[in-house]
């Protein structure tokens, strides 16, 4: 094979395997606040002080890039290649924690840009070390298997774990609180009561704005004064001060329009809040597109609903101090009664999560649960009822449920409770 065709082999596999990386590492995965990481070698610190799992993410980091410096160091002429693929992994890198960070799609880590790096040095010497010990003439051959063997494993992952892309949910929420306590309307003048907080900076100012349902159409909202709410602070109470996290605001708006408010944070882009109005009318699914199930029940007709997946056939409302999950006739219930539903509960409180999650360093706790092991009895026509109690020892941030079935999410939504304090 002539080295020019090999060398536009080489760039063709090299495009597609970071294409495939910039689809894994931002363009798959589903919003989510982190809070950036910038303290060098934190993560090898871990993993020297025996963290396993924060060691195999790092050995997967520089694996990912172990292609990187192939290709790149094969496209190269050998003068200052060390320096060039050095360099291309580390801006390339950083574009994928910037994009993570801007985007909300991932943590902002350093340590990652180092990790890739060094991965890519590592594929460079692996080229480098194939141009000494092969053949000049078996070598484009054997560049091209091995980059096609790299474009393989890409693709692999992309099959594998594209399927898994449409499940993840808006988890931004874990990371800020939103509340409209109430609204008042004189004429087209709104007045919004409630509070906001973002976990890790309560500092942080909100900019509101109001986006018409159909249209898209969007009111700024300004916010007249921020507001001192002790009670959210004893809710919420940890490390950090809610105190001064209540706002009012004000808006002009059409009565009859529907519109979900949305938020932005500083370094981040414009986010929903879940929260639609009607005029004074607070509710937290677009009133076009929901149907309530036809129960009557005092959990459906005095209860909020906090979930709607008409797809699953399910609905999810919050009543009373406890969450009640609706299914109709179309849900898929597993046929040996064992339905897994997932009930994850994020918190602010991490200190108060039971001693078995704070043992595995995980951050939120987990009371998931058989549906028909607390399925109610009583006559519902056509639909099933499960009922769990909302944890009282630790402040309730943000819930995630959903179906679980054969070790993987059938679908998930995250919602926040409406607080009552």
């Known amino acids: 094979m002539k080295s020019g065709s090999s060398r536009r082999y080489q760039l063709l596999f090299f495009l597609l395997y970071g294409s495939t990386v910039l689809w894994f590492t931002v363009l798959k995965r589903s919003a989510v606040f982190s809070p950036a990481k910038t303290e060098l070698f934190w993560s090898y610190r871990q993993w020297l002080d025996g963290n396993q799992k924060i060691g195999r993410q790092i050995l997967l980091n520089i694996a990912m890039f172990f292609p990187f410096g192939f290709f790149l160091g094969g496209l190269l002429k ?20 910037s994009l993570q960070f801007i985007l909300m799609r991932g943590l902002f880590e350093l340590d990652d840009v180092v990790s890739n790096t060094l991965g890519a040095l590592l594929g460079l010497g692996f080229a480098v070390l194939l141009e000494k010990y092969t053949d000049r003439k078996r070598l484009p051959v054997l560049k091209n298997a091995i980059g096609l063997v790299f474009v393989c494993v890409c693709f692999g992952v992309y099959l594998y774990y594209r399927g898994t892309a449409n499940q993840g949910a808006d988890s931004t929420s874990r990371a800020y609180c939103f509340q409209v306590d109430s609204a ?10 409630g509070f906001a907080f973002r976990c890790a900076h309560p500092e942080a100012a909100p900019v509101l704005s109001l986006r018409a349902s159909g249209s898209g159409e969007k009111k700024p909202l300004t916010i007249i004064e921020r507001c001192a709410r002790p009670d959210v602070n004893r809710y919420f109470s940890c490390e950090f001060d809610y105190t001064d996290s209540g706002f009012t605001a004000s808006a002009d708006v059409e009565p009859d329009r529907e519109y979900e408010i949305m938020i932005r944070w500083p370094w981040s882009p ?41 797809d699953f056939h399910c609905w999810v409302y919050q009543y009373d101090g406890a969450l009640y999950w609706i299914a109709d006739r179309g849900f898929l219930f597993d046929e040996d009664g064992k339905t897994l539903i997932q009930y994850q509960m994020w918190t602010t409180q991490i200190e108060r999560l039971p001693a078995r999650r704070l043992a595995h360093d995980n951050l939120w706790d987990n009371i998931s649960a058989d549906f028909e092991a607390y399925e ?9 009822v499960m009922r769990r109690e909302l944890p009282q020892a630790y402040s309730l941030l943000s819930i995630v449920t959903g179906f679980y079935q054969d070790g993987s999410w059938v679908w998930k939504n995250y919602f926040r409770p409406i607080y009552s304090f």
């Open 78 to 97: 050998r003068r200052a290649r060390l320096i060039t693929v050095a360099v291309s992994a580390a801006v390339f890198s950083l574009l994928i924690e």
């Open 184 to 193: 008042t309307l004189e004429g087209r003048a709104l007045t919004l009561n």
């Open 270 to 310: 414009l986010l929903h809040t879940g929260v639609y109005l009607t005029g004074t009318d607070i509710h937290y699914v677009p009133e076009k597109e929901f149907a309530a199930p036809a129960l009557e029940a005092d959990f459906v007709t005095d209860g909020t609903i906090r979930v709607y997946r008409p």
């Open 376 to 384: 109610l009895d009583g006559d519902y026509g056509n639909y099933r």
